[in-house]
């Protein structure tokens, strides 16, 4: 990471992990090519390098990272990956979504893959930092839960509806999501759980509209599964509630971001935009006031917007006066002071332009 890319403020702060600088990095230049270790310097007991704070990140924070959208917008869309990949294989697909939606996109690596170095963690905890995150969002920068729309691929899904469930967002998007059961073998390795046919009722707490993307034949038994998923929303909660995009001429190869996922995206919620949408059944978990209920996404328009003139500054990551500015990112004593509030958050986030 060069002074350069400090300056510039891509990263929200230094955590003090040798290994964490040099992955994000790779992230964002795309070099794969092994760096030779450079010495460390040795500290004393009770001091820490210059620029960092003396705190252990090890235990509670966890990467996250977080693509800013070059034109003004409001909206964040959360994107929980498949647990093949990691940040590092899915930033260019971050930075596709953000420029092809114009929102902002930020993503958390899961525990025990690509640059998180922990053990495998257990599903019940990986949604606990996935609700820090949500919280975070909303708190501390500022984003309103109406403007922020969830997505997931393959195995995310069960994170990405679990959170749609507690947080009434404004969409929640599953590409190539799985129904296939897992053995109590694999349960018990810590992995993110793929979704189980029992577990459709989850969806019944789903206040917001849901986005169904899948490649495949309508014989297989996957887009089977996922006809059968979208009617079960249906009857649940309306139609218009629910969309399935089929993406037949692609067998093996991976969805492509800007023609697979990202126009049906923007159609559907275009769609969704136009009027309120009438739910058959009140959700038990679903917003209290009226406009919410009725499910209309009030000012949430993806995709390039000519109404907005270039020159106006898109929203920062941090919008609070008391947090972190951009023109303040590395000042060693206002970065102490400020550190507690960070560190609450624990997150330790690489921002990417």
């Known amino acids: 990471m ?27 230049t795309g070099e794969n090519s092994k760096e030779e270790e450079e010495p460390k310097e040795e500290t004393k007991e009770g001091e820490t390098p210059e620029g960092t704070p003396d705190v252990d990140y090890s235990k509670e924070a966890f990467p996250v990272l977080y693509v800013h959208c070059k034109n003004p917008s409001d909206v964040i869309c959360v994107f929980f990956h498949s647990y093949q990949d990691d940040l590092k294989l899915v930033s260019e697909d971050m930075k596709k979504l953000s420029r092809n939606l114009n929102c902002h996109v930020i993503s958390p690596e899961y525990p025990g893959m690509g640059i998180c170095f922990a053990e495998p963690m257990l599903h019940t905890e990986l949604v606990k930092r996935s609700e820090r995150l949500i919280n975070f969002l909303t708190d501390c920068c500022n984003f309103e839960k109406s403007n922020m729309i969830i997505v997931s691929r393959k195995q995310g899904a069960e994170v990405a509806i679990q959170m749609a469930a507690e947080h009434n967002c404004a969409l929640l998007t599953l590409i190539e999501y799985e129904f296939q059961k897992l053995d109590h073998a694999e349960e018990g390795i810590g992995f993110v759980p793929t979704l189980k046919e029992d577990e459709f009722v989850k969806t019944d707490k789903i206040s917001c509209p849901i986005l169904l ?94 109404d907005t003139p270039n020159e106006e500054v898109s929203r920062p990551l941090l919008t609070d006066d008391k947090l972190i500015q951009p023109s303040r990112y590395y000042q060693k004593k206002y970065l102490e002071s400020q550190f507690d509030r960070i560190y609450h958050a624990s997150l330790c986030c690489c921002i990417v332009q």
């Open 2 to 28: 060069t002074s350069d890319d400090i300056t510039a403020g891509k990263l929200l702060f230094i955590p003090p992990v040798d290994d964490w600088h040099k992955e994000m990095s790779k992230c964002e």
């Open 213 to 306: 993307i899948n490649k495949g034949k309508k014989t297989t038994t996957k887009i089977e599964k996922a006809i059968e998923f979208k009617k079960y929303i249906a009857k649940n909660k309306g139609k218009n509630y629910v969309h399935l995009h089929i993406v037949k001429d692609k067998k093996f190869e991976k969805l492509d971001i800007s023609k697979d996922i990202s126009v049906p995206l923007i159609e559907f919620s275009m769609k969704i935009a136009k009027g309120p949408l009438k739910s058959q059944k009140a959700s038990s978990a679903g917003p209290s006031s009226k406009d919410q209920a009725s499910g209309t996404i009030k000012g949430l328009v993806l995709g390039p917007r000519e």
